[in-house]
T-cell receptor
């Protein structure tokens, strides 16, 4: 079974440019998460989807960040415009169904560098 | 105060020793607790989960939970150089989101 797929793996952009990250969760996993992990820190949740519905986006900086999961499968996270402080690893994770005991499977992440 | 706190380390132990990693959390009603291992440049990988007070063993790993004292620990027996990684403690926040709150991680170095 394929794991969570993310692309690109690395992205270098100049500040004020837009950037987009793509995630394809494990087949059949209804819940999808986007996390941001800064150097030396643990992942922090940005947004959680149940199928195509964003059920928790309280941590998403909505002035510049947006996300979508139109068909309840793959998802895109966008930043426009990017700022220097957005440099981080963006992780996508999925679970079969949300609940306190379900394992979250993480993708390899996208390392973003904003110059 | 951070919701989930870990000593950043590095914790250095010789090969074959027991490595003990600790984590405290602030939300007293948290219900689910996880240990993730993260190798440098890689994504987190779940190695243990624990939901009830006491110990839970899986191979060389033992997770310990004490809800009264609000701490969870991970013991790694017979530590191997391949265990060298950052270990992230995660706690399931008990509200409508059921989101995981991660600590900053403890870096473990196992010396050959």
């Amino acid at each position: 079974e394929a794991g969570v797929v993310q692309s690109p793996r690395y992205k270098i952009i100049e500040k004020k440019q837009p950037v987009a990250f793509w995630c394809n969760p494990i087949s059949g996993h209804n819940t999808l998460y986007w996390y941001r992990q800064n150097l030396g820190q643990g992942p922090e949740l940005l947004i959680r989807y149940e199928n195509e519905e964003a059920v928790d986006d309280s941590q998403l900086p909505k002035d510049r960040f947006s996300a979508e999961r139109l068909k309840g499968v793959d998802s895109t996270l966008k930043i426009q415009p990017a700022e220097l402080g957005d440099s981080a690893v963006y992780l996508c994770a999925s679970t079969l169904d949300w609940g306190k005991k379900d394992t979250q499977y993480f993708g390899p992440g996208t390392r973003l560098t904003v110059l | 105060q951070k919701e989930v706190e870990q000593n950043s380390g590095p914790l250095s132990v010789p090969e074959g020793a027991i490595a003990s990693l600790n984590c405290t959390y602030s939300d007293r009603v948290s219900q689910s607790f996880f240990w993730y291992r993260q190798y440098s440049g890689k994504s987190p990988e779940l190695i243990m989960s624990i939901y009830s007070n006491g110990d839970k063993e899986d191979g060389r790993f033992t997770a310990q939970l004490n809800k009264a004292s609000q701490y969870v620990s991970l013991l790694i027996r017979d530590s191997q150089p391949s265990d060298s990684a950052t270990y992230l403690c995660a706690v399931n926040k008990v509200d409508s989101s059921y989101k995981l709150i991660f600590g900053s991680g403890t870096r473990l170095l196992v010396r050959p």
